[in-house]
């Protein structure tokens, strides 16, 4: 069903779809070197997760493309524009949910695009559609500590699709909730990735996760951060989710990841 195809980055790594390109991408905190010299592209409605042991520089990655932290070197182009800071092409679903406790369910969806001015009208119909979409449908006038774990990441990642931004970048989004509830998540969030032909760059600690979810992986090594490996697990979507983590190349992806990041484990 599934054969993972693993290789080594080249010295540049570009794509004529490429939506977001990572050139030369170096972080120093003080004496900290957290990334150094990352070349990537980022392909136009595809799924990609950032993986690596603790502290290589995945969500400082992420947020550097946000704009939401400066590169020491190098720069980030998103549809061929140089990223000075955030963006309305960018949305981020952040690990703490990040949300309002003050502001309803609905607010919270539609706060970017109230932000941006659009209408009460308009921003409502649009909250609404992705309440609806994350199902949260008759939770509109909940307040966030009225919500459980899950519904709260639901709310922002409702939020991020609310803006229409054409990248969303997800910092380990499913980590605080139990199992079962993390694998609904995949399961819609790839529902999601269908619907809405969005591109997402993904962090998570879980190669389970990483393999199930992706259309490609970049293994990061440890600090300083740089691209060790890319691959693509080539998973088969028309498979039911069962039938895919009991497929023998979903494992083996699974286990090939494993072996490569094993003397990094704590």
């Given at each position: 069903?599934s054969?993972?195809?693993?290789?080594?980055?080249?010295?540049?790594?570009?794509?004529?779809d490429?939506?977001?390109?990572?050139?030369?991408?170096?972080?120093?905190?003080?004496?900290?070197?957290?990334?150094?010299?990352?070349?990537?592209?980022?392909?136009r409605?595809?799924?990609?997760?950032?993986?690596g042991?603790?502290?290589c520089?995945?969500?400082?990655?992420?947020?550097?493309?946000?704009?939401?932290?400066?590169?020491?070197?190098g720069?980030?182009r998103?549809?061929?524009?140089v990223?000075?800071?955030?963006?309305?092409?960018?949305?981020?679903?952040?690990?703490?949910?990040?949300?309002?406790?003050?502001?309803?369910?609905?607010?919270?969806?539609?706060?970017?695009?109230?932000?941006?001015?659009?209408?009460?009208?308009?921003?409502?119909?649009?909250?609404?559609?992705?309440?609806?979409?994350?199902?949260?449908?008759?939770?509109?006038?909940?307040y966030?500590?009225?919500?459980?774990?899950?519904?709260?990441?639901?709310?922002?990642?409702?939020?991020?699709f609310?803006?229409?931004?054409?990248?969303?970048?997800?910092?380990?989004p499913?980590?605080?909730?139990?199992?079962?509830?993390?694998?609904?998540?995949?399961?819609?969030?790839?529902?999601?990735?269908?619907i809405?032909?969005k591109?997402?760059?993904f962090?998570?600690?879980s190669?389970?996760?990483?393999?199930?979810?992706?259309?490609?992986?970049?293994?990061?090594?440890?600090?300083?951060?740089?691209?060790?490996?890319?691959?693509?697990?080539?998973?088969?979507?028309?498979?039911?989710?069962?039938?895919?983590?009991?497929?023998?190349?979903?494992?083996?992806?699974v286990e090939?990841?494993w072996?490569?990041?094993?003397?990094?484990?704590?």
């Amino acid at each position: 069903m599934s054969q993972a195809a693993l290789r080594q980055p080249p010295a540049t790594e570009a794509t004529n779809d490429a939506i977001v390109e990572v050139r030369g991408v170096s972080k120093i905190y003080g004496d900290v070197e957290a990334l150094r010299n990352i070349e990537l592209s980022f392909a136009r409605g595809k799924l990609t997760t950032l993986l690596g042991p603790s502290g290589c520089g995945k969500t400082t990655l992420l947020k550097i493309i946000a704009g939401l932290v400066p590169a020491t070197s190098g720069e980030i182009r998103v549809n061929d524009r140089v990223v000075t800071g955030p963006g309305p092409e960018r949305a981020f679903v952040f690990q703490d949910f990040a949300l309002m406790p003050w502001a309803t369910v609905m607010r919270n969806v539609g706060f970017g695009l109230e932000l941006r001015g659009v209408r009460e009208a308009e921003r409502k119909r649009v909250a609404q559609h992705y309440i609806d979409q994350v199902g949260l449908s008759g939770f509109e006038n909940k307040y966030p500590h009225e919500l459980s774990g899950g519904m709260k990441q639901r709310v922002g990642i409702a939020r991020a699709f609310a803006v229409d931004a054409d990248v969303l970048l997800m910092d380990e989004p499913f980590s605080a909730v139990d199992e079962q509830n993390r694998r609904k998540f995949q399961e819609d969030l790839l529902k999601l990735v269908e619907i809405e032909k969005k591109t997402f760059l993904f962090v998570t600690h879980s190669i389970e996760e990483a393999v199930y979810v992706s259309d490609r992986i970049v293994l990061l090594s440890p600090r300083p951060g740089r691209v060790s490996q890319i691959i693509d697990p080539k998973i088969d979507r028309t498979a039911t989710p069962d039938e895919i983590r009991r497929d023998p190349g979903y494992l083996d992806t699974v286990e090939n990841i494993w072996d490569g990041l094993r003397h990094y484990a704590e």
